[in-house]
């Protein structure tokens, strides 16, 4: 059964740089059937994908966050990153990974990790 | 890249069925059978609920269906149970940024 982690600071100053690395157990992230990806929500708001992975490294990012966010892989420790650079108030919010079992055209994010809450704050 | 419109919330009694809808546009739920729906009771992670507009994934209970037409797809909830009580999301793949976009999310409330 997939399993998905998620782990990094709690706290983040502003302007400075958010890292998250979500750690996959139960399956492999080489797997062809699944992208893997970033959503976030903020405290008392919706859901915001921040962009997704596939394990060759090709990437899809929000457009209202591209400039900011770097998402990559590393298969040998069946983990996947995220680092989201000048981050302001605005960027706190628990942050989700999830596996998408789909392909190019989206699809489901099928298994959730826990979820790990994230604040800016000097 | 705009959210998908979901009502903020919708209500109903045990037993009775609710319909919650997730309005988009051509680029993503009008053209793409690449619509999900996600339940997040509070304080917990969102769970698939549909995959691929009417799918349903291994354990999800058959009173959990999905429809759409044009550019809406709906989550129909039947026999409403106090355990449904959440927050719910939609998704669709969107040719427009390329990938997924969100629904605002709806509150349910059971009477």
């Known amino acids: 059964q997939l399993q998905l982690q998620e782990s990094g600071p709690g706290l983040v100053k502003p302007s400075e740089t958010l890292s998250l690395t979500c750690t996959v157990s139960?399956?492999?992230?080489?797997?062809?059937?699944?992208?893997w990806g970033w959503i976030r929500q903020p405290p008392g708001k919706g859901l915001e994908w921040i962009g997704s992975?596939?394990?060759?490294?090709?990437?899809y990012y929000n457009p209202s966050l591209k400039s900011r966010v770097t998402i990559s892989v590393d298969t040998s420790k069946n983990q996947f990153s995220l680092k989201l650079s000048s981050v302001t108030a605005a960027d706190t919010a628990v942050y989700y990974c999830?596996?998408?079992?789909?392909?190019?055209?989206?699809?489901?994010?099928?298994?959730w990790g826990q979820g790990t809450m994230v604040t800016v704050s000097s | 890249q705009s959210a998908l419109t979901q009502p903020p919330s919708v209500s109903g009694s045990p037993g009775q069925s609710v319909t919650i809808s997730c309005t988009g546009t051509?680029?993503?739920?009008?053209?793409?059978?690449?619509v999900s729906w996600y339940q997040q009771p509070p304080g917990t992670a969102p769970k698939l609920m549909i995959y691929?507009?009417?799918n349903r994934p291994s354990g999800v209970p058959d009173r959990f269906s999905g429809s759409k037409s044009g550019n809406t797809a709906s989550l129909t909830i039947s026999g409403l149970q106090a355990e449904d009580e959440a927050d719910y999301y939609c998704?669709?793949?969107?040719?427009?940024?390329?990938?997924?976009?969100f629904g605002g999310g709806t509150k349910l409330t059971v009477l």
């Open positions: 999830a596996s998408l079992y789909g392909d190019t055209k989206g699809g489901a994010f099928d298994i």
């Open positions: 139960g399956g492999s992230i080489s797997s062809s059937s699944y992208y």
């Open positions: 992975i596939y394990y060759s490294g090709s990437t």
């Open positions: 051509s680029s993503d739920v009008g053209s793409y059978n690449r």
């Open positions: 691929e507009v009417s």
């Open positions: 998704s669709s793949y969107t040719s427009s940024s390329t990938f997924e976009v």
